[in-house]
């Protein structure tokens, strides 16, 4: 074996072509033998083995710096630099994450996680280079999916202008996650058709050199592309062709179901343990049932329909009343807006950590002019992802605090289905729900049907002393935490906040009566959260608060349990804190 033996980019650079070969097949292997077993990324890496063999036998890394856009195509880079055995042994699958990460190599620039940002850090790099009298390679490599995010063609347009090294390795595989949408990918289709000839070509509009090498999966067609540009003194694309899964033919096949996959058996593709969220399933249920009964009606997603349960039948059965605008959170949101102003009832659903590209367009686009458009919110929760680059539980801060927008946290099945045959058609309010974790059942409370009384909380249950807000995913710790007490004698007030973005003054002015204690727990951080809005609505009060959430911080791949105790977020502790508080 030769990966075995790399500890480091200069391990390979004498290698001839047939060691070559035999280093990418070697690689290909290894990962999918780890992905069978630990899941994980897989399409993108799988598509750039022999470019990130060429541009670590081309470039001299760290010096030469590597910018990898969403780090979708980190596994092979982390082989080459000293972190083979986290691909080759089981005992080390979990030594590196599935990003790049300064934390664990010099080769690494950035911990980078989210789409369309290398070409802008890139531009940093080369600037800061030139500012310093340097004379390294500044190296970004960017997907076409990737190519549909706003901030990757700002990066563009400021390299455009740049007069110094800057090397853009554009990695074309004719597909994101899903398929690619949008007008740029028609020029694009246009620059393969024609050998990079077309006139049609985005790059040099922008003002930049462009070499196109149709094999970009033919290492030696690299090594010769990168040694021409390698220290050039301006900036420079190259616009590489490469299959999407190469080396595994059901990935070849199926591209956005192996864009990332749960562990499978290697002889059939199929998974060990299937990953199905019911409220993905019961979004989507939704949605096929509104576009037969609301010609109104339009579902958006930004490039991740699986987060609604969007699957390639299901996008065809929606026909008209479904958009992708690619990897464009900003462009969905603001575009919703525009739906809704011109009477039409838009949907856009989304990974709570994506959401956060949306802040501007939520507050400016959308709730000042006060467009009744709707938000779909999932995977916030400390229990959704847990890298560093995809934490999904900032997002109450983020949103609640947006006036005009109305950010709803369902508890079940139900109440989130209620919540969504309510938001959908009306036209009065901007609003988001935070739909539930996967972990949340079924409820026999009835829920309601209106959610016009903006604020109005409910009382599941009467009670003294202490009074438990549970808000959303964590309705079921406050009616754990409720038991708990009860077995201590003390009979707690329960209560489901519906709303995440007001208080209900007469509620809480009511509770004055006779609890000493008020209690919040929300599944997010506690900072400018939830719990804060009640704790000040009885800051020049005698009344207790008691405010349970997560600490702020940046965690990454943190076991969920442990984390859970860190913040004292179970039943027992919860409970053990209130007695000792009473």
């Not at 590597?66 to 691909?87: C, E, N, W």
């Not at 987060?307 to 462009?331: F, N, P, W």
């Not at 507050?363 to 400390?382: E, G, R």
């Not at 804060?532 to 207790?544: G, L, P, V």
Request: net charge negative.
């Amino acid at each position: 074996m030769y990966l075995e033996k790399i500890n480091g980019p200069q391990d390979i650079k004498s290698f001839n072509e047939e060691q070559r070969k035999a280093l990418a097949q070697e690689m290909r292997e290894a990962m999918l033998k780890r992905a069978s077993v630990h899941g994980g990324h897989f399409g993108p890496d799988f598509g750039i083995v022999e470019c990130v063999i060429a541009l670590h036998t081309v470039f001299d890394s760290p010096k030469d710096k590597f910018v990898f856009d969403i780090s979708h195509q980190a596994y092979p880079h982390k082989m080459l630099t000293g972190r083979k055995d986290a691909y080759l042994y089981a005992e080390h699958y979990d030594d590196v994450s599935g990003y790049t990460n300064p934390e664990e190599s010099e080769h690494d620039m950035f911990n980078v996680g989210h789409t369309s940002t290398s070409i802008s850090l890139a531009t940093g790099l080369a600037k800061a280079r030139d500012l310093k009298g340097d004379k390294e390679n500044i190296i970004a490599v960017i997907g076409d999916g990737s190519m549909s995010g706003g901030e990757a063609l700002e990066g563009l347009d400021t390299a455009g202008e740049m007069d110094s090294n800057l090397i853009i390795v554009f990695n074309d595989n004719d597909q994101s996650i899903a398929e690619v949408h949008g007008g740029m990918y028609k020029g694009f289709r246009e620059l393969r058709e024609t050998k990079g000839q077309s006139e049609r070509n985005l790059f040099k509009a922008m003002g930049l050199e462009y070499r196109f090498v149709e094999a970009g999966n033919d290492t030696e067609a690299l090594i010769a592309a990168f040694s021409e540009v390698k220290d050039i003194d301006h900036p420079v694309v190259i616009h590489i062709v490469t299959q999407k899964g190469k080396g595994y033919k059901l990935a070849e096949e199926n591209k956005e179901d192996w864009h990332w996959h749960m562990p499978f058996d290697i002889e059939t593709g199929e998974a060990r343990q299937e990953m199905v969220d019911p409220y993905a399933e019961q979004t989507a249920a939704t949605f096929l049932r509104l576009a037969r009964e609301d010609e109104k009606f339009i579902a958006i997603s930004a490039a991740t329909p699986s987060s609604m349960g969007l699957t390639q039948e299901r996008r065809r059965a929606l026909g008209k009343h479904y958009l992708d605008v690619g990897i464009a959170e900003e462009q969905a949101v603001a575009m919703a807006s525009g739906l809704a102003r011109n009477g039409a009832h838009p949907v856009f659903g989304d990974f709570s950590s994506f959401f956060q590209r949306t802040y501007d367009q939520l507050s400016q686009d959308v709730c000042v002019n006060n467009n009744p458009a709707t938000f779909l919110v999932f995977w916030a929760s400390m229990y959704g992802m847990n890298d560093v680059t995809h934490l999904g539980f900032y997002d109450i801060p983020m949103m609640s605090n947006i006036p005009n927008l109305v950010y709803l946290a369902p508890t079940s099945p139900e109440e989130y289905q209620a919540m969504l045959d309510w938001a959908i058609p009306q036209e009065k309010y901007p609003v988001a729900i935070r739909v539930p974790h996967a972990m949340v059942g079924s409820s026999k409370r009835p829920v309601r049907e209106s959610y016009d009384e903006l604020n109005k909380y409910e009382v599941v249950k009467d009670g003294s002393h202490v009074a438990i807000i549970g808000l959303g995913n964590f309705y079921n710790l406050a009616e754990e935490t409720a038991a708990k007490l009860k077995e201590q004698g003390i009979e707690a007030t329960l209560i489901n906040p519906l709303f995440i973005t007001g208080q209900d003054k007469e509620l809480l002015e009511k509770l004055k009566a006779n609890h000493e204690l008020v209690v919040t727990l929300e599944d997010g951080v506690l900072d400018g959260g939830f719990g804060e809005k009640i704790a000040r609505f009885y800051s020049a009060d005698k009344m207790k608060v008691l405010n349970f959430g997560l600490s702020k911080n940046f965690y990454d791949r943190y076991d969920y349990e442990a984390l859970a105790k860190e913040n004292h977020l179970t039943a027992a502790q919860v409970a053990e804190d209130i007695l000792a508080n009473l």
